[in-house]
Each structure stands twice: as structure tokens, then as C-alpha cells.
């Protein structure tokens, strides 16, 4: 295992700018650089759960300044939670939830695109009722952590070679306390790692760890309730959260992972409160960049962050 999660480190937040308020409520981000240029992913509709959510997507050449490269509508769904992910031949994916009917069904769609500026038609992947919230690239292979949307409840681990036809490779790769979001990042030594959300009765995340074939995982209780998770693999090996934080004051933070000791430790709380988290976490010219959302300005809003860490 080639991280090094002992590093202790401190951060400040450096910068902050509202990037998207355009929607009554803007919500649920990812942030990528890609072809040398930033883009921001977000849902734009009235409210947290009303069903006319579409995809905003932003572009900006520096970070600072942001203009809309486009949005992604689809007749009769309320389309949530998007994330990119960079593939190896160089093009950028999207995937998000479609949610449509009484009672709500989720079902995972993916777009691609050679530019961030222009998508192609939407693809439905993974299995119906089994939202595919994260997923990344190693070794020319994509894995994906999705979770069931009904009983019963689990987390379960897909894997593709070209990332629309997934196959389930763990078909039950956590389950208790309702698993649901994750993050994923791997190691270049091939490592996995896995931030897994959980609610109901038993809330507190769990960080999985895994080697390839990615069959077997380990997993460590933290303790602590979380919302919302990214994971980030730094330069000099430390792992990264940003996640919503509900121990008392309900924020959005950066945290530091240990795997070794099993903690995730606050670092900073951005400015945030209530209806907040969903973080995109991209390292660039030595910053942390995060795009998040929050209600603490009254209107919920999408926020780009830069935090300086210290080791």
C-alpha cells in the first residue's frame, strides 16, 4: 500500500466564490479538469427532491470565472447527482441518477463527450433500482459502487471495459445500516479504497480496502456520520475526504484518512450549513480545489472552494 496516511497535516481555506445560482435550488457537484480546463457538474431544479432536476454543466479557463458550457435535460426524469469520469481514451463521462414515477425509481445514465462543451445521447447502465454513485478508471478497467435504492439494502461493486456495460463483480459488497454514496480512489500499486455512507439505524461510515482482483474488501468502522463523500489521492500518497459532517453543526469539511488507525479527522469546515456537501475534489497547482453546495447564504447555492494544505 503506497499511501501514506500518517502525514499530518493542517488546511486553510484560501478562496471562495459562488459559482452557480441561477436554479431556485443548485445542488449535488463534481469538478474535473479536463483537455486544461475546469468543469463544474451540478443539478439545478426548485428544491432538494422535487422531480424537474436537470444538469448544469460549467466551464472556466482559470477557475475564477465561469460560463455555461451546457445543460442535459431528459423528458420525465428528474436527473441527480452527477459525476465525471475521465477514461482512458481520453474522452469524459458523465453519470447520473434518473428518477421518474410514483413510487420513485433510480436508474443510472451515463453520457459521453469529446469537449465537456457537447454530450452525446444518454446510456442507461448498471441494473435498474441500483444507483452507480461513483466510479473510476485503473489499469484500462472501470469500477463503480452502487447501491440499491430498496429493500433490501446494499452496496455492490461493478466492473466494465468500457464503461456502459457494467458487470457485477461483488455483488454484495457491503450491507447493514443501509450503505448508499461512496468514494473511490486506487493506489498506483493497485490498492482500493472505499468512503461508504450508510444511514438508518446503523449511520456511521466505513472505509473498505481492497487488492486486485478487488474480490475480498476489509472494512473499518469510523465512527462518524457522513454525507455525500469524495475521496482524493494526493501527490505524496495521503487520502483526502470531503464529506458532510452531522455532528452537531452540519457542515461541509475536509478531512484527512488513515487507514491504518481507521479515523477520518476534520481538517477545515468550508462555509456551509444545512441543506450542504456533495463535494468534487481536484488537486491543481498545488491547491485543493472543491466544489460544493450550501445553504448557509439562505439560497442553495454551488461553491468553489481553494484550500492550501500543509504537511
Known amino acids: 500500500m503506497t499511501s501514506s496516511p500518517t502525514r499530518r497535516r493542517t488546511a486553510e481555506v484560501t478562496a471562495v466564490r459562488r459559482i452557480g445560482d441561477s436554479a431556485p ?24 427532491l422535487s422531480d424537474d432536476g436537470v444538469i448544469r454543466v460549467l466551464t472556466s479557463a482559470d477557475g475564477r470565472s465561469w460560463t455555461s458550457a451546457t445543460t442535459i435535460r431528459q423528458a420525465g426524469a428528474d436527473l441527480r447527482d452527477p459525476r465525471f ?11 447520473a441518477a434518473a428518477s421518474s414515477g410514483s413510487p420513485r425509481t433510480f436508474d443510472t445514465v451515463a453520457w459521453l463527450s469529446d ?31 452502487g447501491y440499491a435504492t430498496r429493500e433490501p439494502r446494499f452496496a455492490r461493486l461493478y466492473r ?30 493497485g490498492t482500493a479504497f472505499c ?27 469510523l465512527g462518524v456520520q ?19 459532517l452531522l455532528d452537531g453543526v452540519v457542515r461541509t469539511a475536509i478531512c484527512a484518512v488513515d ?3 481507521g479515523e477520518l479527522t476534520e481538517l477545515v469546515a468550508l462555509p456551509s450549513g444545512g441543506d450542504t456537501s456533495y463535494p468534487g475534489l481536484v488537486w491543481h497547482d498545488d491547491l485543493l480545489w472543491v466544489s460544493y453546495y450550501s445553504s448557509h447564504e439562505e439560497r442553495t447555492c454551488v461553491y468553489l472552494a481553494e484550500v492550501r494544505l500543509t504537511a
Open 226 to 244: 457522513v454525507g455525500g463523500p469524495a475521496l482524493l489521492r494526493l501527490p505524496d500518497g495521503g487520502l483526502l475526504a470531503g464529506v458532510r
Open 25 to 48: 435550488h443548485s445542488a449535488f457537484t463534481d469538478l474535473v479538469r479536463y483537455a486544461g480546463t475546469w468543469f463544474c457538474a451540478f443539478r439545478e431544479a426548485r428544491t432538494h
Open 195 to 221: 468512503l461508504l455512507r450508510r444511514d438508518g439505524d446503523n449511520a456511521s461510515a466505513q472505509l473498505g480496502l481492497a487488492r486486485p482482483p478487488y474480490r475480498e474488501w476489509r472494512w473499518t468502522d
Open 259 to 261: 487507514p491504518e488507525r
Open 160 to 189: 466494465s471495459v468500457d464503461g456502459t456495460d457494467l458487470e457485477p463483480w461483488v455483488p454484495t459488497l457491503f450491507e447493514g445500516g443501509y450503505p448508499n454514496e461512496s468514494g473511490l480512489v486506487f493506489d498506483p500499486d
Open 85 to 95: 469520469v475521465p477514461r482512458p481514451d481520453g474522452r469524459l463521462q458523465l453519470l
Open 115 to 145: 469537449d465537456g462543451h457537447t454530450w452525446g445521447d444518454p446510456i442507461g447502465v448498471g441494473e435498474p433500482g441500483v444507483w452507480v454513485w461513483r466510479a473510476a478508471w485503473h489499469d484500462d478497467v472501470m469500477y463503480g459502487v
